[in-house]
C-alpha cells in the first residue's frame, strides 16, 4: 500500500502553441492566389483542482512532471491547427500551492476549487492574417508561443471537523479505530503515527449494541476526525516533525486535546495539557480560541473513585477505548460542538484562492551591455517567421511601437546603437524605427 504523503513538489508544463503556415492559393484558373495559411491552435492549459477522490499526494512522488497538449500546425486553405487539450491535475482538498520562492499563490479547499497552474502558449496567426490592403502577399507567418513551466510545491492541510491532539502514545489511533472505521497502525511506542489519518463518525440516537446502530428517525450527524501525529515538547519550533504535523490542526473546527492517565506515562495529565495548549498557541495563537474538549484517556487504570473527578486531572470527561467507558458522551458532546461550529461558520473555516494574473506591458532591464525587453507582446512582436523579410520587418516594427517599447527603452537610458535584447533575438536599436 502506498503510504500517506503531505509535501510534495509538481512540474507544470502548458502546451507549446503551434506555428502559423505561410501558404498561397494555387488553384486551376486562379492567377496570383491570395495568402491561405491558417493559424496555429493555442496550447493546453494545466490546471490544479481540489477533489475529494485524493485523500494524499502520493501521486507526485515519484512522479512529478504534468503536461498538457501542444496545439497544432496551421496549414493551407486557412486550416487552423486544433487547440492542445487541457490538462486538470486532481489535488486533495486542503491543498496549499506555493511557487518555488515560497509565496502562496493557491490554497484549494473546497472540492472543484481551480488553479490556472500553468498558461497554454498562444498559435501563431498564418500570412493569412498579414493581409492589407498595402502589402498583398505576405511571405511570412507567425511563430507559436512556449507554453509556461516552473516547479510548484505542494502542502497538503487536512479538512476535518474534529483534530485529536495528544503526545505520542496517548491513545489517540486507538480512539480513532473505536469511533470509526479507520484502522491506523497501533502500537505501544512513541511515534507511531508518523502521518495523519481519517475516521468518520456517525453520531446519532443508540439503540443497543453501540456506536453504529442509529436510529432512522433520529437526526445523525456525520463527522471527520482527524488523528493527527503526536506532538513533543517544542514542536511550534520546529523540534521532531513538528511544523508537518501542527498544520494539520489548522482547518479543524473542534480540537479534541487527549492527556494520557496512565500512571505509567511519567508526565501528569495536568502537565501534558499545559504543554499541549503551549505548543499550540506558540504554533498559532488563533488555536486556543477554537472550541476543543480535553479527554483524559485510559481511564481504566484508574481506580472506580477516581473515575468520578475528571476536574481533578484538568479534563472534561474521562474515556477509556478498551473498555468504551465515556465514549458515547465524548462523541455526543463533539457532534454538539461541531454542529454549533458548522452554523456559526458555514463552509470551510479558511481558504482562498489566489489567481495569478497574466502580466501585462513590457519592462525593461540592462544587464551587462544590453538593454532586456521582457513582456508577452513585446516578445510576441518579433515572433515572425522571418525577420529578414522587409515586410516582416516593418510588421515587427509597428508592433514594438504599440506595445510601447520605445517610449520604454528611452525612459531606460538607451541610445542610438544600443544593443537590445528582446526573446531569442538581439538587433542595434534606432529610436524611431
Excluded: C
Amino acid at each position: 500500500m502506498p503510504g500517506f504523503v503531505d509535501e510534495a513538489q509538481v512540474h507544470v508544463k502548458a502546451g507549446n502553441g503551434g506555428a502559423g503556415a505561410v501558404s498561397f492559393r494555387r488553384e486551376a484558373h486562379v492567377d496570383k492566389g491570395g495568402p491561405d495559411g491558417g493559424d496555429g491552435g493555442d496550447g493546453g492549459d494545466v490546471y490544479l483542482e481540489a477533489s475529494r477522490d485524493v485523500v494524499s499526494l502520493v501521486a507526485f512522488e515519484e512522479h512529478p512532471h504534468r503536461r498538457a497538449g501542444d496545439g497544432g500546425h496551421g496549414s493551407g486553405k486557412r486550416r487552423h491547427g486544433r487547440r492542445g487539450a487541457d490538462l486538470v491535475v486532481p489535488v486533495p482538498e486542503g491543498t496549499l500551492v506555493k511557487a518555488a520562492n515560497g509565496d502562496l499563490v493557491a490554497d484549494l479547499v473546497q472540492h472543484g476549487d481551480r488553479y490556472l497552474a500553468a498558461r497554454g502558449g498562444r498559435g501563431g496567426k498564418g500570412n493569412a492574417r498579414f493581409l492589407t490592403n498595402r502589402l498583398r502577399a505576405p511571405a511570412f507567418a507567425e511563430q507559436a508561443e512556449l507554453g509556461e513551466e516552473r516547479w510548484l510545491d505542494l502542502e497538503l492541510e487536512l479538512m476535518a471537523d474534529v483534530a485529536v491532539v495528544g503526545f505520542p502514545n496517548a491513545g489517540k489511533s486507538t480512539l480513532v479505530s473505536v469511533v470509526s472505521a479507520a484502522r491506523p497502525k497501533i502500537a505501544d511506542y512513541p511515534f507511531t503515527t508518523l502521518v495523519p489519518h481519517l475516521g468518520v463518525v456517525y453520531a446519532g440516537r443508540v439503540e443497543s449494541g453501540g456506536l453504529g446502530l442509529v436510529s432512522a428517525r433520529e437526526s445523525v450527524t456525520e463527522l471527520v476526525i482527524a488523528d493527527v501525529p503526536g506532538l513533543v515538547e517544542g514542536a511550534a519550533e520546529g523540534r521532531g516533525l513538528g511544523h508537518r504535523f501542527l498544520r494539520h490542526v489548522e482547518r479543524a473546527r473542534v480540537l479534541l486535546i487527549l492527556v494520557d492517565l496512565s500512571p505509567s506515562e511519567g508526565r501528569r495529565p495536568e502537565d501534558q495539557l499545559r504543554v499541549l495548549l503551549d505548543e499550540l498557541g506558540r504554533y498559532r495563537p488563533e488555536l486556543l480560541d477554537r472550541p476543543r474538549l480535553v479527554a483524559g484517556s485510559r481511564a481504566d487504570t484508574l481506580p472506580a473513585p477516581e473515575r468520578l473527578r475528571p476536574e481533578g486531572y484538568g479534563a472534561d470527561l474521562l474515556i477509556s477505548a478498551a473498555t468504551r467507558e465515556g465514549i458515547d458522551e465524548l462523541v455526543g458532546r463533539l457532534a454538539a460542538l461541531v454542529t454549533a461550529e458548522r452554523a456559526a461558520t458555514p463552509g470551510p473555516r479558511t481558504g482562498r484562492v489566489v489567481h495569478r494574473p497574466p502580466p501585462e506591458g513590457v519592462s525593461v532591464v540592462r544587464e551587462g551591455g544590453e538593454f532586456v525587453v521582457s513582456g508577452r507582446e513585446a516578445t510576441r512582436a518579433v515572433a515572425l517567421s522571418d525577420l529578414t523579410d522587409p515586410d516582416a520587418l516593418a510588421v515587427a516594427q509597428r508592433r514594438l511601437r504599440r506595445a510601447g517599447v520605445d517610449r520604454a527603452l528611452a525612459r531606460a537610458g538607451a541610445r542610438a546603437g544600443d544593443a537590445v535584447r528582446i526573446g531569442d533575438m538581439v538587433f542595434e536599436w534606432e529610436p524611431g524605427t
